[in-house]
């Protein structure tokens, strides 16, 4: 089955600056790569997508980029702001499941 | 248009009972999934459904089962309930589950005890 690894599982940023967050897949098959966003005791959240037909995606202050032939696939946050303290999880879709990264505690300094 | 509900939010079980959890999906979905979170696990895959049939079914022992029924809802039910059921259990929805945006409904909170 699908795995996912997600990298860092914390990174501590100066407000202001920038946060990248890496994942990586294993199952070529996958084929669409959300992001979520949860803040303690809520939702995951979905922040931006992207497809395998799509090599960079951005939104505002988030970017997405992915990396088929590496079976790779980033997070960008430019500018951060406090708000933007959370967990994050990456995924990839395959075979009717979502397959979920370990996630990444971001806390933005101010 | 309304997001993906689910009910009850928050639930207190005792070792050996049974759950059912029930989930809405946005209006014109008609596939939904269901994902168990724990602190230790992270977000697991249960199972998914689409025009009442069950596509895939995660790693979990028979305990967890679940259905969809023909308005696109769905439920699912643990049985024999232990301490490490205690989870947050997240709905999902998507137009046809084939790569299409998914949502998250806010979830159940089981604590079992």
């Known amino acids: 089955g699908e795995n996912v690894e997600q990298h860092p599982s914390t990174l501590s940023v100066q407000e202001g600056d920038s946060a990248v967050i890496k994942c990586t897949y294993s199952d070529s098959a996958s084929n669409y790569f959300p992001w979520y966003k949860q803040e303690l005791g809520k939702r995951p959240q979905l922040i931006i997508d992207i497809r395998s037909n799509v090599g960079e995606k951005k939104d505002q202050r988030i970017a997405v980029t992915l990396n088929k032939t590496a079976k790779h696939f980033s997070l960008h946050i430019t500018e951060t702001q406090p708000e933007d303290s959370a967990v994050y999880f990456c995924a990839a879709y395959n075979d009717y499941k979502l397959s979920f990264g370990a996630g990444t505690t971001v806390t933005v300094r101010a | 248009k309304a997001g993906v509900t689910q009910t009850p939010r928050y639930l207190i079980k005792t070792r050996g009972q049974q759950v059912t959890l029930s989930c809405s999906p946005i209006?014109?979905?008609?596939?939904v999934s269901w994902y168990q979170q724990t602190p230790g696990q992270g977000l697991q895959f249960l199972f998914e459904y689409f025009s009442e049939t069950q596509r895939n079914k995660g790693n979990f022992p028979g305990r967890f089962s679940g259905r969809q029924f023909s308005n696109s809802r769905s439920e699912m039910n643990v049985s024999t309930l232990e301490l490490g059921d205690s989870a947050l259990y997240l709905c999902?929805?998507?137009?046809?589950?084939?790569?299409?945006?998914?949502?998250f409904g806010e979830g159940s909170w089981l604590t079992v005890v």
């Open positions: 209006s014109g979905h008609r596939s």
């Open positions: 999902a929805s998507s137009l046809s589950g084939t790569g299409n945006t998914i949502y």
